[in-house]
């Protein structure tokens, strides 16, 4: 079964950066694509990036292009989010997923979630 | 890009089935066949019950049925049962490359 376990939440100031990690495992990672997806306390989901299996495209919601990147070593089996430039409006649960199999666009299996918290 | 139009809420008896609308534009729910569906519980992450418009992943039950008009995409869930409460979201792929989901729509078992 595909595990993916997020890490790196954390309380930040307004401005701050902060990285997220998510470890994957029991499944081919260098394969998939991968996305992050955000949930802010009570609201819906909201599609942060994704990135293709070697890492060579990339792409971002418009709120956060310029100051979130997305990464992943697949020697690792991990994938990042590092965000800068942090806002009270990036506060959410920061969710991994990976792209079930045989799909162009579904997100089949997902971490636990992280939190961010972006306060003063 | 504003997010693909869900009712916010929705409501059955057990045994009953419902329907939840998805309308995006021709950029995104209508241009292709990438509409996918999310069931949520709550403090739990999302669930993927319907891919590519109607496909369901293994082990979703037969009662979940997805299909698509234009550019409204919709989730039928007959047979209602009480673990179906829950919200659910959809999702498209968009031409700009990126990913859209709906606001999400709670579904209440009275």
């Known amino acids: 079964e595909v595990q993916l376990v997020e890490s790196g939440g954390d309380l930040v100031q307004p401005g701050g950066s902060l990285r997220l990690s998510c470890a994957a495992s029991?499944?081919?990672?260098?394969?998939?694509?991968m996305s992050w997806v955000r949930q802010a306390p009570g609201k819906g989901l909201e599609w942060v990036a994704n990135?293709?299996?070697?890492?060579?495209?990339?792409y971002y919601v418009d709120s956060v292009k310029g100051r979130f990147t997305i990464s992943r070593d697949n020697a690792k089996n991990s994938l990042y989010l590092q965000m800068n430039s942090l806002r009270a409006e990036d506060t959410a649960i920061y969710y991994c997923?990976?792209?079930?199999?045989?799909?162009?666009?579904?997100?089949?299996?997902w971490g636990q979630g992280t939190l961010v918290t972006v306060s003063p | 890009q504003s997010a693909l139009t869900q009712p916010a809420s929705v409501s059955g008896s057990p045994g009953q089935s419902i329907t939840i609308s998805c309308t995006g534009t021709s950029s995104d729910v209508g241009g292709y066949n990438y509409v996918s569906w999310y069931q949520q519980h709550p403090g739990k992450a999302p669930k993927l019950v319907i891919f590519?418009?109607?496909d369901r992943p293994s082990g979703v039950s037969n009662r979940f049925s997805g299909s698509k008009s234009g550019n409204t995409a919709s989730l039928t869930i007959s047979g209602l049962q009480a673990e179906d409460e829950a919200d659910y979201y959809c999702?498209?792929?968009?031409?700009?490359?990126?990913?859209?989901f709906g606001g999400g729509t709670k579904l209440t078992i009275l």
């Open positions: 029991e499944f081919t990672f260098s394969s998939y694509w």
């Open positions: 590519d418009v109607s």
């Open positions: 990135i293709n299996h070697d890492g060579s495209e990339k």
């Open positions: 997923a990976t792209y079930y199999s045989g799909s162009y666009n579904a997100l089949g299996s």
């Open positions: 999702s498209s792929y968009t031409s700009n490359s990126t990913v859209i």
